[in-house]
């Protein structure tokens, strides 16, 4: 992939053996403007990519993070069953969920029937074809990726710690503050970077949530090695997402190697 970043794009596809850097340039800036034209729409998707996948690691970790502690109260029967709610849907196609969700958002879908006759509104949402759309079908996809490693660093969390702040006059605001959220953020920061990866480079969802009005880098790349038969500039949006994400993981591991667990 990295050697085809640095080839030219042959006449009708694949690629010519000639050192070609202009595919960097076309993204980045620094174009020739003959062969290759800088041209900011390249930026502006991976910005609206890194957007969209950090909104969908904000929601999944708003809705797992309560959840995980509601689960780890129950009875060891209720645990595994709701975990195995929580995993279940990966026993079935994705397509088919994501077509689910479609019939659910959809101008004359069950939400808006719904909403509609309950008089919150009096004419349909248009949230199909939206990033809101997109943000909702990552979230619903990538969910089990965010609740499983938090609810592993809450089922561990030390009680005697809690018991102390308050025992100690901490406020609950206080106790989540200084304990609790300190001895769940290892399992944040996983699921956060199991959310983040898949989610910069997905091409499934936004194609069908999003259409053409909501292009991610996934899909560029997608339509550079199907559609424009322009490998080697697929390739380098290809790299500018794996460099991203191995700065991201860099970051990511040196963050665990010095938490206090691990010193």
Avoid at 19 to 34: E, M, S, T, V
Avoid at 209 to 226: D, H, P, R, S, W
Avoid at 233 to 250: H, K, N, P, W
Wanted: aromatic share 16%; hydrophobic share 55%; charged share 10%.
């Amino acid at each position: 992939m990295l050697t085809y970043s640095f080839l030219a794009p042959g006449l009708y596809g694949g690629v010519e053996r000639s050192f070609y850097h202009w595919n960097y340039g076309r993204i980045l800036g620094w174009a020739d403007g003959i062969d290759e034209e800088f041209d900011i729409v390249y930026l502006e998707i991976l910005l609206r990519s890194i957007g969209l996948a950090v909104a969908t690691v904000i929601c999944s970790l708003v809705v797992c993070y309560p959840v995980a502690f509601w689960i780890s109260r129950l009875s060891p029967k209720m645990k595994s069953l709701f975990i195995l709610l929580i995993t279940l849907p990966f026993f079935s196609s994705m397509i088919v969920r994501l077509y689910a969700w479609i019939l659910i958002l959809r101008d004359s879908g069950f939400a808006n029937q719904f909403l509609e006759w309950t008089g919150v509104i009096s004419a349909p949402l248009s949230i199909m074809y939206s990033g809101t759309a997109v943000i909702i079908g990552m979230v619903y996809i990538f969910v089990p990726f965010m609740f499983l490693p938090i609810y592993s660093s809450v089922e561990k969390l030390d009680t005697r710690l809690i018991q102390a702040s308050e025992d100690l006059g901490a406020t609950p605001f206080t106790t989540f503050r200084k304990v609790i959220f300190p001895m769940t953020l290892p399992g944040i920061m996983a699921g956060s970077v199991l959310v983040f990866i898949p989610s910069l480079g997905n091409f499934v969802i936004p194609e069908l949530f999003g259409g053409a009005k909501v292009l991610m880098i996934g899909n560029m790349v997608e339509q550079q090695f199907l559609y424009a038969r322009n490998w080697p500039f697929g390739a380098a949006l290809s790299m500018i997402i794996t460099l991203f994400m191995l700065v991201l993981l860099s970051v990511f591991f040196y963050r665990i190697n010095r938490s206090p667990a691990n010193q």
